[in-house]
């Protein structure tokens, strides 16, 4: 009998107990040592009985159909709506996080929505999203419930898609990843003093998740950098990054530079200029990079999709909407034939740039 309601507690496995009778969750980098009734660093992986639970499998912060260019995926799918959702806590500490009041919330009262994964498989079919995305938090922290959630769109044949800051550790990184189709992976910086004073997590392991992904997975990936005045944004740090993407990853992985907005605990920096995004594109391109975007600000080049061996536009984009499209129903160029890597339909879809928010429970 499917169960209906949400557990209180689920069981996890990455999780070990120690000599001194602490509980180690082996999920992500942080390896929390936990003692009965405290939580970790993500808030909702909780040591109860000497094991690690999650708290927030089957409860959602809400539900919303996207655009699937804002995740932001362009090469996956184009045009199409993805059902989006998220739960609560986060496994980083990003003094700039855009959704804080979600991630950083420890308040699971904030969780108003119910949705076990069969529930929400046939919702996503009734409403014609071609995929789901869990984001909004970072879905590391509840992979079980995102796992049981996309085996069970699979069985309707719709696609998995993570936004996550991929900080993850081998073993899970590889069961989370086998249940995903795309993913974007937020590069926060390309240095560790970044990562350690500004998000409270390291580097190397998101690089490693990264290199896993592109070569060891079909899962389809692209990558965020959000760039912050004064912390991320240097010509220099830009050149090492893109250098690196081109020499570890390859030219074809789309590569996604957006505005920061001041929030969270850094309402005093100001926004990114439209130029430093343009320099970074610049500075990416030049390295060799196909497919470099501007995003969370208008410009309509820095959106828009471009063959990479004739230079003609292959995807133009207003925002989220699609205005041209020059792709043939196997990802080639019209005009040269030559291939742009992607996840791509006969045509386009039409959802445009719409968000629409959704109700959904078991009740």
């Known amino acids: 009998m499917t169960q209906l309601s949400p557990p209180k507690y689920f069981p996890t496995k990455y999780w070990q107990t120690l000599s001194d009778g602490r509980i180690q969750c082996d999920l992500c980098p942080h390896h929390c040592r936990l003692k009965n009734g405290q939580k970790g660093v993500c808030f909702v992986r909780e040591c109860q009985d000497n094991a690690v639970v999650l708290t927030t499998y089957g409860r959602s912060s809400g539900f919303c159909i996207d655009p699937i260019e804002k995740k932001p995926l362009y090469h996956f799918l184009p045009g199409t709506p993805v059902l989006s ?56 922290i509840f992979m079980e419930y995102a796992i049981d959630v996309a085996k069970a769109c699979r069985q309707y044949g719709i696609k998995s898609v993570a936004v996550t800051n991929g900080y993850i550790c081998d073993e899970p990184r590889k069961e989370f990843f086998r249940y995903m189709d795309a993913a974007n992976v937020d590069l926060k910086g390309f240095t560790e003093t970044f990562y350690k004073k500004i998000t409270g997590a390291s580097l190397q392991p998101v690089l490693d998740t990264l290199v896993y992904l592109k070569k060891h997975t079909n899962v389809w990936l692209e990558i965020t950098t959000l760039l912050i005045p004064g912390l991320n944004d240097s010509s220099a740090e830009i050149e090492r990054s893109s250098q690196w993407i081109l020499d570890h990853l390859g030219p074809d992985v789309p590569l996604h530079f957006t505005a920061f907005h001041p929030a969270f605990k850094m309402l005093q920096t100001p926004p ?39 230079h003609r536009c292959l995807i133009e984009r207003m925002g989220y909407q699609l205005t041209q499209y020059n792709l043939t129903e196997k990802g080639h160029c019209k005009f040269c034939n030559t291939l742009c890597k992607g996840v791509f339909q006969d045509s386009p879809g039409t959802w445009g740039a719409q968000r629409k928010t959704v109700w959904i429970n078991n009740i």
């Open 85 to 140: 959702f998220g739960t609560a806590g986060c496994n980083l500490a990003c003094k700039f996080c855009q959704n804080w009041d979600i991630s950083k919330s420890r308040e699971i009262e904030k969780l108003a929505d119910e949705a076990m994964p069969e529930v929400l498989a046939v919702k996503a079919k009734e409403l014609q999203c071609n995929s789901i995305a869990y984001t909004y938090n970072e879905p590391i």
């Open 272 to 310: 990114t200029p439209l130029e430093t995004l343009k320099n970074a594109r610049r500075i990416a391109m030049k390295n060799g990079l196909y497919y470099v975007y501007i995003g969370n600000t208008y410009d309509q080049e820095g959106s828009s999709t471009f063959c990479h061996h004739c």
